[in-house]
C-alpha cells in the first residue's frame, strides 16, 4: 500500500469514527483515593465531558492501575447518559493489555504513546512486527505518538523517518510538546503536518486550550484535552463543566468557520 493510498484509509477510518470535524478527545486520568472512588470519579467526569459534547473519553492509568482501567471501561460501556461518545484507551507502559481491553469492551481507539523513535533498531524491529499482528487482530484503531512527551529517542533516525514509520503503524499520529498540559509548539505542528501525507488524521496531544484551539486546529484533525478541563487546570484536579463549556465554545467557532 503506497503513502497516499494508506493516507486515504487513515482518513476514512478516521471521518467513520469522528464524523465532525476537528474532534475533541478528553482524558479520564482515574484520579481518587481509592478504586472505588476512581470508579465514581471517572464515571461523573465522562458523564459531564460527554453531555458537554466531547467526542470521545479517553480511559488512561495515569493515576490509577489496569484493574481501574478495567473498571472504568466495564462501567462506562452500559453507562447510557455517554450517548454516542467514542470510548478510547491507553494503558500506560502495557499495549498488549490495551490490545486485549479493547477486544474484550468497545474501544474505538487504543492510544500509544510512542509507536516509532523510542527503541533501538534491534527492539524496534520486533515491537513493529508485534504492533502489526495486534492491529490485524483488532477492530480498534491506533493513535500513535512519535517525538512523543516524556518519551526516549533511541531510534537513531530522523523525526522525520521516525514521522513516516509511525503513520504506517498508526491509523492518527499524535504530537505533543514536553509535557502534559504543556503547550504543543505551534513550528512542532506545522513540521509533523508538512511530512505526513495530506490525509492523515494528526492530532494535538498536549496543551490545548480555549484560547490557542484555533490556531492549532489549522493544522490538526482531532486535539487530546486532559488539564484544560480540570478545575485546577492540573492533571491533578477534577473535570469541570465551565471549563468544558469554554473549550466547546472555541471549538464550535472553529467548526462553525470551516
Do not use: C
Not at 123 to 135: I, K, N, S, V
Request: glycine letters at 8%; charged letters at 25%; a negative charge.
Amino acid at each position: 500500500m503506497n503513502e497516499v493510498v494508506r493516507a486515504e484509509t487513515a482518513r476514512a477510518a478516521w471521518e467513520e469514527l469522528f464524523p465532525t470535524p476537528k474532534a475533541v478527545l478528553a482524558m479520564l486520568h482515574l484520579g481518587g483515593d481509592d478504586a472505588a472512588d476512581r470508579l465514581h470519579r471517572a464515571r461523573e467526569e465522562a458523564r459531564i465531558l460527554a453531555h458537554g459534547g466531547v467526542d470521545a473519553v479517553i480511559v488512561e492509568n495515569y493515576f490509577g492501575d489496569a484493574d481501574d482501567a478495567r473498571r472504568a471501561l466495564e462501567a462506562l460501556s452500559t453507562a447510557s447518559e455517554l450517548g454516542g461518545t467514542v470510548i478510547g484507551l491507553n494503558v500506560l507502559r502495557d499495549h498488549r493489555l490495551a490490545f486485549a481491553l479493547a477486544a474484550e469492551f468497545p474501544v474505538g481507539f487504543v492510544q500509544i504513546d510512542s509507536v516509532a523513535g523510542h527503541l533501538a533498531a534491534d527492539a524496534d524491529l520486533e515491537y513493529a512486527a508485534e504492533l502489526a499482528e495486534l492491529r490485524v487482530a483488532s477492530p480498534a484503531l491506533v493513535f500513535g505518538g512519535v517525538r512523543f512527551k516524556y518519551q526516549p529517542v533511541e531510534s537513531g533516525r530522523s523525526e522525520e523517518e521516525d514521522l513516516m514509520l509511525g503513520a504506517r503503524r498508526s491509523d492518527a499520529i499524535v504530537v505533543t510538546g514536553e509535557g502534559t498540559g504543556v503547550e504543543t509548539d505551534l513550528s512542532k505542528i506545522r513540521r509533523f503536518r508538512s511530512v505526513l501525507p495530506e490525509e492523515f488524521p494528526l492530532i494535538v496531544g498536549a496543551g490545548v486550550t480555549d484560547g490557542n484551539a484555533a490556531e492549532q486546529f489549522r493544522y490538526a484533525d482531532g486535539a487530546i484535552v486532559g488539564s484544560f478541563f480540570k478545575d485546577s487546570y492540573r492533571d491533578t484536579g477534577v473535570v469541570d463543566a465551565e471549563h468544558v463549556a469554554r473549550f466547546m465554545t472555541a471549538v464550535d467557532a472553529v467548526r462553525a468557520s470551516l
